[in-house]
């Protein structure tokens, strides 16, 4: 089963910038695309943004649309989540997965808190 571990996550100041990453346990060719979750509590999840193995495109919910950057390093076997221009309201527990060619996701890691405050 394809795991995910979130990392990267950590507290700053609005306006300020951070990238988390997700590493991927084994071989990736299953999957058709990453996705970025958040949660806050009492929350439903929330799709960030998803980027397409095959095409490399990317797309993101209009909140953080100029805003967030998907991008993949596939000798790393990792993918990143860049965040700039950070608000208070992105505050939320960030996951990543990915969705198979097969159906399904990878299993899911234990998220990593990202915190914007003044």
């Known amino acids: 089963q394809l795991q995910l571990e979130d990392s990267g996550g950590g507290l700053v100041q609005p306006g300020g910038s951070l990238r988390l990453s997700c590493a991927a346990s084994?071989?990736?060719?299953?999957?058709?695309?990453f996705a970025w979750f958040r949660q806050v509590p009492e929350k439903e999840y929330e799709l960030v943004g998803c980027?397409?193995?095959?095409?490399?495109?990317?797309d993101y919910r209009d909140s953080v649309k100029g805003r967030f950057t998907i991008s993949r390093d596939n000798a790393k076997n990792a993918v990143y989540l860049q965040m700039n221009s950070l608000k208070p309201e992105d505050t939320a527990v960030y996951y990543c997965?990915?969705?198979?060619?097969?159906?399904?996701?990878?299993?899911w890691g234990q998220g990593t808190q990202v915190t914007v405050s003044s």
């Open positions: 084994d071989s990736t060719a299953d999957v058709n695309a």
């Open positions: 980027l397409t193995v095959n095409t490399g495109t990317t």
């Open positions: 997965n990915a969705v198979l060619r097969g159906g399904g996701f990878g299993s």
